[in-house]
Nanobody, 121 residues
């Protein structure tokens, strides 16, 4: 099993910055792609950014140029640097990752518990 624990959320004024972190822990696993999703009240969960093991990235159009996803493979950690935050970025942000788990290396998908990001106007 793999556990994902997010940190770094909080309250920030519009135009400010936050950095989210998501650390994976467990035994006998190898991380694959890692992603950040978000879900605002009354809306569906949406993909914000994704990063492959090799560092290839993609972003939702709404965050391009403002958010940067990165990862530290040695620490099994993914980050989301969020700059120029807007009130519409307010949401619960979730870490999501694929991992090869166990001696048979099954590919499984995991979610973190979420961290609240609130941007005030």
């Amino acid at each position: 099993q793999v556990q994902l624990v997010e940190s770094g959320g909080g309250l920030v004024q519009a135009g400010g910055s936050l950095r989210l972190s998501c650390a994976a822990s467990g035994s006998r696993f190898t991380m694959n792609a890692m992603r950040w999703y978000r879900q605002a009240p009354g809306k569906q969960r949406e993909l914000v950014a994704a990063i492959s093991t090799g560092g290839s990235t993609n972003y939702a159009d709404s965050v391009k140029g403002r958010f940067t996803i990165s990862r530290d493979n040695a620490k099994n950690t993914v980050y989301l640097q969020m700059n120029s935050l807007k009130p519409e970025d307010t949401a619960v942000y979730y870490c999501n990752a694929d991992a090869y788990v166990g001696p048979a290396a099954y590919l499984r998908n995991y979610w973190g518990q979420g961290t609240q990001v609130t941007v005030s106007s």
